[in-house]
């Protein structure tokens, strides 16, 4: 019983370790750049025409220069030329990233700059449709490297809608969504309860215990 008190919780936190990790897989290598999509990132190209398509990938591309130099400085002439300056909304990856105007948008896209790290998407693969030569919405994956760690990388998806302004189509609506597997979740709960149903029956042994060692003490002895 000993070893078994001593063992048993480093191989739960080894458990919850490995589970934990679990939330960190990425589906492929082509997050990364390490080798090219062979298809479309969801299967399809879309249904926008190819010129069209090229005006999107170009916006595309301006957007990764952003995001790849992260010059601060520069942010004003990036969101100008980017994003729309009616009807915005951007939905970051946290719960309370919900910017309903330009303003809003560009402190996401400068805060994503100063504290995200290494972002990058996969822009020719681009899933990229359209509604005449005014409208356009996209679907595409990435991923970020974060300046905190080189080993915390996550997979995101990017998905939005591009309206035609002063002659070129930019971003009117935009999200952004950590592509995670949260499933491992619901077993870590479970391991979590049943040891805390564990810790409680454990102390609760304890406690009687104790109780009833301070109860035989009390007792005088039968003659």
Known sequence: MKILRIVYRP???LALFLIAGRLFQHP????????APEEYVFGSPGNAPDDIRAEVIAQLREFQRGYTARDTSRIREFMADLFSDQNVLVLGTMPREVLTDARGAQRLVWSDWLFWGDVRFIIDEAQISSAGDDVAWIATKGYVRF???RFLILPLRLTAVMVREDGALKFQQQQFQFDLDLTPLLLLQAI???WLVVE???LAFYL???LMQRRRARTPLAA
């Not at 492929?28 to 080798?35: A, R």
């Open 208 to 210: 009687i215990r104790a």
């Open 147 to 149: 300046d905190l760690s």
């Open 28 to 35: 492929g290598d082509s997050y990364y750049g390490v080798s």
């Open 11 to 13: 191989v739960i936190v």
């Open 200 to 202: 409680f029956i454990v």
């Open 192 to 194: 979590l309860g049943l």
